[in-house]
């Protein structure tokens, strides 16, 4: 059914940037939207991007547009984000999931803290 | 946008009863494209149920989805220990797909 794994988290300044990774394995991953969903402390979740299989369609949520970036690079079965300006709210567990029209599989989230 | 409103915020239960989490849209979902996830501390989310009442698999059949337009209902028949966890329905019938805000089910 596939299996999703997440890198790149960790702590950066207010202001700073950060790229997430998502690697797929297990599944034809260049036939799926993907998406990222992050989930701030104690809080719920809230979808952030999506891209088309073949990355020419990409949306965000607006509280992220013109700082975060989705990509994919299908021949590596990867997804990205690039996160840039990051602000003390940015900061949350980030999840990558396959996207049937509901999620599944998710990954196994990064925590991305932004604080100085 | 839809909004999906999760109730109760709190489900004090025991082992054995039964639970019961609605989830209702601002509008009425498309093609009741609804779904439900479990989630325990510290892991990623679950697929429960997809398209309001299919459940996904290896799902225990004590997990049941149903509704349709405007209101959802998850139902645990006879509540495990493992099954004390926050619950999410999320729609897919209109972009952007929403979450609501999640019910906790915790052991009474």
């Known amino acids: 059914e596939g299996q999703l794994v997440v890198s790149g988290g960790g702590l950066v300044q207010p202001g700073g940037s950060l790229r997430l990774s998502c690697a797929a394995s297990?599944?034809?991953?260049?036939?799926?939207?993907m998406n990222w969903v992050r989930q701030a402390p104690g809080k719920g979740l809230e979808w952030v991007a999506n891209?088309?299989?073949?990355?020419?369609?990409?949306k965000y949520v607006d509280s992220v547009k013109g700082r975060f970036t989705i990509s994919r690079d299908n021949a590596k079965s990867s997804l990205y984000l690039q996160m840039n300006s990051l602000r003390a709210e940015d900061t949350a567990v980030y999840y990558c999931?396959?996207?049937?029209?509901?999620?599944?599989?998710w990954g196994q989230g990064t925590l991305v803290t932004v604080s100085s | 946008e839809i909004v999906l409103t999760q109730s109760p915020g709190t489900l004090s239960l025991s082992p054995g009863e039964r639970a019961t989490l609605s989830c209702r849209a601002s509008?009425?979902?498309?093609?009741?494209?609804l779904t439900w996830y479990q989630q325990k501390p510290g892991q990623a989310p679950r697929l429960l149920i997809y398209?309001?009442?299919s459940r996904a698999t290896g799902i225990p059949d004590r997990f049941s989805g149903s509704g349709s337009g405007t209101d959802f209902t998850l139902t645990i028949s006879r509540l495990e220990p493992e099954d004390f966890a926050v619950y999410y329905c999320?729609?897919?019938?209109?972009?952007?797909?929403?979450f609501g805000q999640g019910t906790k089910v915790e052991i009474k």
């Open positions: 999931a396959r996207d049937r029209g509901w999620f599944d599989p």
């Open positions: 297990g599944f034809t991953f260049s036939s799926y939207w």
């Open positions: 891209i088309k299989p073949d990355g020419r369609e990409k």
């Open positions: 509008q009425s979902v498309s093609n009741s494209y």
């Open positions: 398209d309001a009442s």
């Open positions: 999320q729609q897919y019938g209109s972009s952007p797909q929403t």
